[in-house]
């Protein structure tokens, strides 16, 4: 079966510093796998994705996240943390073996402290 | 580009009334769609999926049901409400790798 973890509940991170949230997957086959941002009252943005390729994937708003598959982690990460980045972040996988349905972490809550 | 619809974006209905959400999806044909609802602001409950038209999977027993009449519309709906209905529901579609989602509906049960 496939799960995701996110191991913080909330993450805080001073303005101007780089922050990570963390992500680990099971899966049987191979993982696709996202992120994605939901600000308050708002739906789900997609952030980034890792399909194949390159380990290191870059997304919107300057994030990037890296495929570990010997630690099955997808962490999500940016250089320089803003204020505005304080949302709800959701990691999601997707086993293609498993049919159509995506499988998502239960959110990690940032915030930007200026 | 591919645009998703919900409406309406919030809704207040007493317990046991009946409930009706809508998805339409423009700009693609045979997506895959998804309903979802998220308490207290946090985890998604995946709650039904469509593949295409009049095919619906249930993945949680529940008071609520789903149809799916066209290729690109989605229906929630409920014949009497229970207060834990209470929730953001969010309609999704997928395409071969990424999913999409609406803007979300906010239902108070009162």
């Known amino acids: 079966a496939q799960s995701v973890a996110q191991p913080e509940d909330q993450v805080n991170v001073a303005e101007g510093n780089p922050l990570t949230v963390k992500c680990t997957y099971s899966v049987s086959g191979n993982p696709y796998l996202f992120w994605y941002v939901q600000y308050p009252n708002r739906g789900l943005q997609f952030l980034l994705k890792?399909?194949?390729?390159?380990?290191l994937v870059k997304g919107s708003y300057g994030f990037e996240a890296e495929f570990n598959k010997s630690q099955t982690s997808f962490h999500l990460k940016k250089p320089s943390a803003l204020v505005s980045d304080s949302a709800l972040y959701f990691c999601?996988?997707?086993?293609?073996?498993?049919?159509?349905?995506?499988?998502f972490g239960p959110g990690t809550r940032l915030s930007v402290l200026p | 580009s591919q645009t998703i619809h919900q409406w309406p974006a919030t809704l207040v209905q007493p317990v046991g009334s009946p409930l009706s959400l809508e998805c339409t999806v423009e700009?693609?044909?045979?997506?895959?769609l998804y309903w979802y609802r998220q308490a207290a602001g946090r985890g998604l409950q995946l709650l039904f999926y469509s593949v295409g038209i009049g095919q619906i999977s249930s993945e949680v027993p529940q008071n609520l049901s789903a149809s799916r009449p066209q290729d690109r519309q989605f229906i929630l709906s409920s014949k009497k409400l229970l207060l834990s209905d209470s929730g953001f529901y969010l309609c999704a579609w997928s395409d071969a790798y990424e999913q999409y989602f609406g803007p979300g509906t906010r239902l108070t049960v009162t």
């Open positions: 999601a996988v997707r086993d293609l073996n498993y049919g159509q349905n995506f499988v």
């Open positions: 890792y399909i194949t390729g390159d380990n």
């Open positions: 700009g693609t044909s045979n997506p895959n």
